[in-house]
């Protein structure tokens, strides 16, 4: 039989990661013809693709001459970046350029996820004009990233984000899920950051950002440039851990609320709080709350299922 196949052609690179899986998926029932790729958990689902190898990345994007393609993949784990320098600058650098030569080349609009970790987090928020200081390295290898695309490919889009939560495969996908099992487990005290100020976003928000941008695009060809989204929620790990137990009502006493700088790993911003208002005056934008979308998004993994009846009824 004729499969209806959308005319709107959609690449996404990372797919099987937290961001590309949210970012396939929202494009996929949006009518558009979403391809999505990845490289060690691709197959069967998506389409194995080693983003340094600059002939494979032609050939899809050749074949399949997207619209859009949206690149979410990335080695966006701070400590990873420090002791890989190399490596991550490939992947967040070299191959991040590569895509948006081969993204002009056929004409399409690319949009590169960054972070909120080109700032230094002194002066927030931080709209799409102010100037980028990076204190770590991925921030940094971020903020190139940004300048290859651009000196690539003119007419990119670059998606600033912050801290991202949403559904998991496993916990530690998400430096907000990561937590819950410390939550969980109340037998034990658990140090928790109360010193860095966080956002954090739902990827299914993002999601909804990177589809309307796209769409916003189609329609008007001056949308290219910086954007930045962001949850509106200010929270550090040890609020976010509080309103989890919250949540499932746990326990939070055990949980204790470090207000000193952390000496170990990569520096990070006290607060890189991005203001979102050129996406908002496009009318571009969602917001789930954060009670909603954890509650959402840690359920799976709940151990103790006797709370089922509490939290949902």
Not at 130 to 137: A, G, I, R, T
Not at 278 to 306: H, N, Y
Request: glycine share 6%; hydrophobic share 40%; aromatic share 8%.
């Amino acid at each position: 039989e004729d499969v209806d196949i959308p005319s709107r052609r959609v690449l996404i690179t990372g797919a099987t990661g937290l961001l590309g899986r949210a970012v396939f998926k929202e494009f996929n029932e949006n009518n558009w013809n979403a391809v999505g790729c990845g490289y060690r958990r691709a197959q069967p689902r998506f389409e194995q693709i080693n983003l340094l190898d600059s002939i494979a990345v032609h050939d899809i994007i050749h074949d399949f001459q997207p619209h859009v393609i949206v690149h979410c993949a990335a080695e966006r784990r701070p400590d990873v970046v420090e002791s890989q320098p190399d490596a991550a600058s490939q992947l967040n650098v070299a191959a991040s350029g590569n895509l948006a030569k081969e993204a002009a080349g056929v004409g399409a609009f690319l949009i590169y996820i960054s972070t909120d970790y080109v700032f230094d987090g002194t002066s927030p928020p931080y709209k799409e004009t102010d100037v980028p200081n990076p204190l770590n390295l991925y921030g940094k290898t971020k903020l190139e990233g940004e300048k290859a695309v651009m000196e690539n490919n003119e007419d990119a889009a670059v998606l600033r984000i912050p801290v991202l939560y949403g559904e998991v495969e496993r916990l530690e996908e998400s430096a907000v899920t990561v937590m819950f099992d410390k939550v969980q487990f109340s037998n034990k005290s658990a140090n928790m950051d109360h010193w860095q100020q966080r956002f954090p976003t739902n990827v299914k928000d993002v999601a909804t950002v990177c589809r309307q941008l796209a769409e916003k695009r189609m329609l008007d060809p001056s949308v290219k440039g910086t954007f930045h989204w962001s949850g509106n929620e200010q929270m550090t790990k040890y609020e976010m851990a509080c309103a989890i137990a919250d949540a499932f009502n746990l326990p939070s006493s055990h949980l204790r609320p470090i207000t000193d700088c952390p000496v170990v790993g990569a520096l990070r911003p006290r607060n890189a709080q991005l203001d979102c208002s050129k996406l908002e005056m496009l009318g571009i934008g969602q917001r789930t709350p954060f009670r909603a979308g954890i509650k959402e998004s840690l359920w799976p993994f709940l151990v103790d299922k006797r709370w089922r009846q509490t939290v949902f009824h």
